[in-house]
């Protein structure tokens, strides 16, 4: 199996910067699309960042210009650069992932456990 293990979350002021990690391991054969989701108090789950193993992103309208997501396919680590954090970025952010455990297994998606970013002066 897979596991997601997610770093870097914490309190900042608004305009401040964070920069959350995800690293996957376990059994795996190969990794699809990597990306976040978030999910503040009393709303759904959105996605905001994925990636895929080529290295094309896509990023939710919010976000653009102030997050980016970068990816290091030999280390199975993805990360989320968050600049010019707002009130409303404040939520548990999820790693995701699209990943295989062998040649002949099916694509199953992945979570981390979550890291709170809240956004607060």
């Known amino acids: 199996q897979v596991q997601l293990v997610e770093s870097g979350g914490g309190l900042v002021q608004p305009g401040g910067s964070l920069r959350l990690s995800c690293a996957a391991s376990?059994?795996?054969?190969?990794?699809?699309?990597m990306g976040w989701y978030r999910q503040a108090p009393g709303k759904q789950r959105e996605l905001v960042a994925t990636i895929s193993n080529g290295g094309k992103t896509t990023l939710e309208d919010s976000v653009k210009g102030r997050f980016t997501i970068s990816r290091d396919n030999g280390k199975n680590t993805i990360d989320l650069q968050m600049n010019s954090l707002k009130p409303e970025d404040t939520a548990v952010y999820y790693c995701?992932?699209?990943?295989?455990?062998?040649?002949?297994?099916?694509?199953?998606?992945?979570w981390g456990q979550g890291t709170q970013v809240t956004v607060s002066s």
């Open positions: 376990g059994t795996i054969f190969s990794i699809n699309a």
């Open positions: 995701y992932a699209a990943a295989r455990y062998s040649w002949n297994s099916a694509f199953s998606q992945y």
